[in-house]
């Protein structure tokens, strides 16, 4: 059997709506939540899936991008255990670190190297 290419046990049918819930606890709008799932402004078809519970897709950069914002919201969770608002709205509020761009526009206009530059920075913030 040719273990190297087998695929990870991951729940796709979980990530999806856990996603929308971790979207509408940050107040995207539709646009937004699409932008950073990668997908075209304008598929909104995707997002009423994932609502209905339809798996995430088996594609590499859309399971990359779901670890990644799992990962931004965990370490929001970390970084404000007390403020779940705070935790919740920093998404969308401008930060000096990104040139006063919130981390939604940045992610919006870089793509998953702004998910891996909001990710780094957060991590940074903890270990501080």
């Given amino acids: 059997m040719d273990t190297q290419h087998k695929e990870p046990d991951i729940d796709r049918a979980r990530i999806g709506p856990m996603l929308i819930r971790l979207f509408e606890h940050w107040k995207l709008s539709t646009a937004e939540q699409l932008s ?8 909104r078809t995707a997002l009423t899936k994932y609502r209905q519970g339809q798996p995430l897709a088996n594609d590499r950069d859309k399971l990359e991008r779901a670890s990644i914002l799992l990962a931004i919201h965990k370490s929001l969770r970390l970084l404000f255990p007390h403020n779940r608002e705070l935790a919740y709205q920093w998404m969308s509020q401008p930060n000096r670190a990104f040139g006063g761009a919130t981390p939604v526009k940045l992610i919006d206009e870089q793509g998953i190297l702004g998910l891996y530059i909001v990710r780094a920075y957060l991590d940074r913030q903890r270990g501080q």
């Fill in 36 to 43: 950073l799932l990668g997908l075209s402004k304008s598929n």
